[in-house]
């Protein structure tokens, strides 16, 4: 596994954060979707502060934060690539761009660079099995993806 030093965290965003929620505790979940767009994961520090300025227990924010998985408590890269490993991708040979991706990268799935500009990830399913293979690249879906298709992606997200 990859580990990066972490920087240290300005909270100057999260105060911006919490006053376009109203500090509300019934905001809580968009809050810690704000944070995490901000930082690409959401740092201990942050967390705290969230936790204290909407008045719930440390212990509760963190729960959200471990049990959704589209956040996370680790570093994110600046770009995302996620590769669907669901029934129709497997067997239209998503394994295979997994591993090509962890080569090309240096890093395996669930990592990011040491630069924190890449993140690899897979999931599940996506509902997108029509698309099969597909490969989500910050977000934007690529279907029927091949190696050298994968290849092409990847070289635009390069420092």
């Keep these: 596994m990859t580990t ?26 968009m809050i810690l979707q704000d944070v995490q767009q901000e930082y690409r994961y959401l740092p201990r520090p942050a967390l705290e502060r969230v936790a204290e300025a909407v008045g719930v227990s440390r212990s509760h924010v963190f729960q ?24 129709a991708c497997h067997v239209r040979g ?28 897979t999931v599940n399913c996506v509902g997108a099995c029509a ?3 597909l490969v989500i ?4 879906y690529h279907g029927n993806m091949t190696l050298s298709g994968l290849d092409r992606l990847l070289k635009g997200v390069k420092p």
């Design 4 to 29: 990066t030093a972490l920087p240290a965290v300005d909270l100057a965003p999260v105060e911006r954060i919490l006053d376009a929620h109203a500090r509300e505790q019934r905001s809580l979940i």
């Design 64 to 87: 959200l934060a471990t049990f959704y998985r589209a956040f996370s408590l680790k570093p994110r890269g600046k770009h995302v690539c996620t590769v669907c490993l669901g029934t």
């Design 94 to 121: 998503a394994p295979r761009l997994v591993e090509h991706a962890e080569r090309k990268a240096g890093i395996k799935a669930s990592e990011t660079t040491a630069d924190l500009n890449l993140t690899l990830e």
């Design 131 to 133: 698309l099969g293979p």
């Design 137 to 140: 690249l910050d977000g934007q």
